[in-house]
């Protein structure tokens, strides 16, 4: 039997509801590899999933979990083997496809990634998909010429999870960094991560009707987006580029093109659903290389299925800080 979060519609009221149930193995979908999940973490997306809307969900019942790291138990591809560690991020699992909140996961072979040398299981779900797109926004701004230098990075939204773990990453690399945050009580968990520079949240909210200002970042990863990522492209460096990664703020973008006119400012858009195998591997390396696993432990907040029901409602409200690290194996 298999122990899982399970979502499940009323067709009458329409409303949903999750709950720790068994369920068969032959229950699960279709994929040419079998993972013992060991952990899982707590995302936005899975929020929205568990929550009595049912979100991104079309098909139930249904088991969320974005992402998940474990054990091969069995595989019908020759790139895998029982016994094998691997981590699995993006690819609509836990959306479309029943993902990591389940002591079983059923996925293709090509969603996976191996787990890289010198990460544990739980240490590649405290980066999580979060983590995984921070790095993948890192990335973005190396290979766009961002490097250390006289002025900081920008993180936007930086207590949430992909904001933690891009300022560590930075910060590691040895970026000064300026993390935009709403909860001033945040400041200390920051700079624990290497942040240089608190900047409150009213101070890039305000709108102006200025399209450039004077250059204060030598790039940004932004998981915000809206109004503030339009005043930030104001402030950007000549050259330098912001990693979009998020729609807090909302999709509309009310920017002017002056800075990527004058300035050759770069605009990158970070998608963490749909990478190729060569990128995912990369960046998964990049994270065992360059993240401090030490400081994962001030991100990491420990939960259990049990606890998802309160927690992805949390998330929907703000507030979760940090990277919620689901124990699934027990």
């Not at 979908?29 to 049912?54: H, M, Q, R």
């Not at 939204?157 to 300022?167: D, I």
């Not at 935009?180 to 890039?204: F, Q």
């Not at 970042?217 to 109004?227: F, K, L, N, R």
């Amino acid at each position: 039997m298999v122990k899982a979060l399970v979502v499940e519609k009323d067709e009458e009221s329409g409303k949903t509801r999750a709950a720790v149930k068994e369920i068969g193995l032959e229950d699960l979908p279709e994929g040419e590899v079998t993972v013992a999940v060991e952990y899982s973490t707590l995302n936005y997306k899975d929020g929205l999933c568990i929550g009595p809307g049912g979100g991104l969900v079309r098909k139930y019942p249904h088991v969320p979990g974005i992402d998940f790291a474990g054990t091969v138990e069995s595989s019908d591809d020759d790139r895998y083997a029982p016994g094998d560690k691997v981590v699995l991020t993006g690819w609509r699992v836990g959306e479309a496809h029943w993902g990591g909140y389940a002591t079983r996961a059923r996925v293709k072979a090509d969603w996976l990634v191996p787990l890289p040398d010198g990460l544990t299981t739980r240490q590649a779900m405290a980066v999580g998909t979060a983590g995984f797109t921070a790095m993948l926004a890192v990335m973005a701004l190396e290979d766009h010429g961002v490097t250390p230098g006289e002025h900081p990075v920008l993180v936007t939204g930086a207590s949430g999870g992909v904001g933690s773990v891009a300022t560590a990453i930075l910060a590691n690399l040895g970026h000064k960094v300026a993390c935009v945050t709403g909860r001033p009580e945040s400041a200390d968990y920051l700079k624990s991560l290497g942040a240089t520079e608190i900047v409150p949240r009213e101070e890039l909210a305000e709108t102006t009707k200025r399209p450039l200002e004077s250059e204060r970042w030598s790039g940004c990863v932004d998981a915000v987006g809206g109004p503030m990522l339009a005043r930030v492209l104001g402030q950007i460096c000549y050259g330098g580029s912001v990693a979009a990664v998020g729609l807090a703020g909302g999709a509309d973008l009310p920017a002017k093109v002056i800075p990527f006119l004058l300035r050759g400012v770069n605009l990158l858009g970070i998608d963490s659903v749909m990478q190729p195998y060569d990128n995912r591997l990369r960046a998964w390396q990049r994270i065992a290389k360059d993240l401090p696993m030490e400081k994962l432990d001030a991100m990491v907040e420990p939960a259990t299925l049990e606890d998802l029901p309160k927690l992805g409602a949390d998330i929907l409200k703000g507030q979760v800080r940090g990277r919620v690290v689901v124990n699934v194996a027990g």
